[in-house]
């Protein structure tokens, strides 16, 4: 929760199977949902094997040469790497054979993200150690397979900042190595691993908003002040001091993005100017800001770069499929082109050196998503491969965009994903809050909701308020809500849906991760007589424990999270805070209760979870609770994916009447300990 960049976060929610002895209890799931799935056409079941297995193949990347592609997929072991694949006679054929692919790295933990070398020889990549979020940062040579830590420091964090073709051997990187509480940006050789100090934190610069020059001098940042407020700072030369270029309020948000090549503008993503963030170019002279792309409804999200330049060709803007704006008019046609070759949702992923190849990514809310490469100059779009190609076997559902009024007559956002076959008439349902609550849900292929809905559940996914992508005043409108408006705004979207006949009043549980798992406790306490029962997945349950707790390298966002939950100074905040705390309120909850937390979790400790079972147990009320120790703020391995949701599938076949998979051995991880 409170993930930084938050608004380029994407994510994939996974989890499959249990012994011989357990398999009556899939009988008898099949047994209960029967009459719903003859109801349905008797759409057949999904595998959980399919569904929350790693992805096959994903995040499809271009070398500068343009000679090479890179994707992660999982390894033997079911762990994502990087692999390689040459590319022969690009110009003339595609020839893509990904049978000849080369696993590059190796470990027990998944790779988070990954990027090209300007040298064309090696990739880096950031890895964490069981779920900690001390990302370290990793090289390997695409020749020798050699691996190596570039980041080798006990209890650091780290993010790319930068890397240019004009230094194809360095990469600068933000590290709180200096000081836990902040990031500061040092130079590695990429070959060696020498380190040196670039640049001290000339403020509270959080590790993704430092800016460089193609020398790779970092030249622009934004600092979050006292009061929670940003400021765009500037410096000509190393040297310099910096400047204060822009300042925001706390309410509002600046985001560097690249600098121009002469260093007279900066590009920032702010809404400063407007309601809905926009991408603004910013003097560093006169200051001056000019709009470039803005959109009425929806923020900007994503960019693509031309690394030979450094400048910014193509601008997203997230509406329910996003839609790209020409920065650079010379790609105009080429975002024409592509925005109308699939109905899909486009995402620009990277380009070459020259700006001649693109990797793009089609998503779709019924099928997998589609990896393709885009030859600007023969206008040739060719597919590489999908993510799940399994998928294509089963009938999958579609997503519906949907809104309704809140009891204070704010429109609120929403996704309704209803059983394929389905009539949409008196349907059990699964509420999925989603993270952040800086964070959103959007359009587009959800295994979490491919799997419910496969199993005959309405799946409802609401953007309460406080999400982000609607503009900043759909953002304010959740500040120090979390105990009253925001989650009101569940309840009033699932009583639109009850109002309609498509749910089913007596059959709704509620579901999340993170602050949805909050959520998920919180309508437990207060709404006790709304669900049937809840799935919290390391959801916070004490508030003033857990702002304490929080990791110190994210001390830029403590006035984030001040302005969303509450200052711990102010007694009125703490008091608020308390009492919307649901470790102090589990006495209210009466419906059943699924919990899972990772024992290495940062961000949420693993005692809010153990606190609240502990209290639900003392109080008789049905909970089972399954820590995982190899595991943080997710879940992020494959077995202990399929060994939960195995566990959610059957509980909520028990208490809402759908489908469930019979459970066998292949739910069994090591990593689990489970206490009912």
Known sequence: MFCKNFKLTLSRLAFQLLPLLFFLVGLMSFGTGGSLAASQGEVPLIPRSVIFAELEKENLKISPNAKYLAYLAPDANKVSQICCVELQQLEQKRNFDLEKCIQLTEGKNTIDRYRWCFDNKHLLFL????GDQNFHLYAVNRLTKEQKDLTPFDGVHCEIVA?????????????NKRDKNKHDVYTIQIDSGKINLNTVNPGNVDAHYFVANLNLRVCAAVTTNADGGKTLLFRPRKQSKWQKILTASVYEEIEPLAISRDEKRIFCDTDKFSNCASLVSVDTQTHKPTIIVNDKENDINGDLINP???????????????KWYAVDPRVALDLQILQKKRAASLNLLQSDLTNRFWTVAYTYDDRPTEYCLYDRVTKRLDTV???????????????????FKARDGMTIHGYLTLPPNAEPKVLPAVLVA???PDSRDRWGLNLLTQWLANRGYAVVSINYRGSVGFGKRYVQAGARQIGSKLPQDLIDGIDSLIGKGIINPNKVAIMGGSFGGYLTLYGLCFYPERFACGVDLYGPTDWLSMIKEYPVHYAALQAHIKMYLGDLKSPADRKMLTECSPLFYASQIKAPLLMAQGANDPKVRPSQSQKIYDTLKQKGIPVQYTLYKDEGHGLAKESNRLHFFAQTEAFLAEHLGGQAEPQDSAT???????MK
């Open 163 to 175: 890397l240019s073709p004009r230094f194809p051997n360095e990469v600068l990187v933000a590290i």
């Open 434 to 436: 989603h993270g952040g």
């Open 308 to 322: 030979l330049t450094g400048q910014i060709v193509a601008i997203g803007v997230l509406k329910d499929k996003r």
């Open 127 to 130: 890895r964490d150690n069981d």
């Open 385 to 403: 491969f999908e993510d799940c190609p399994q998928l294509r076997n089963y009938n999958l559902a579609k997503m519906q965009p949907f809104t």
């Open 668 to 674: 069994q991880t090591s990593a689990a300990i489970i």
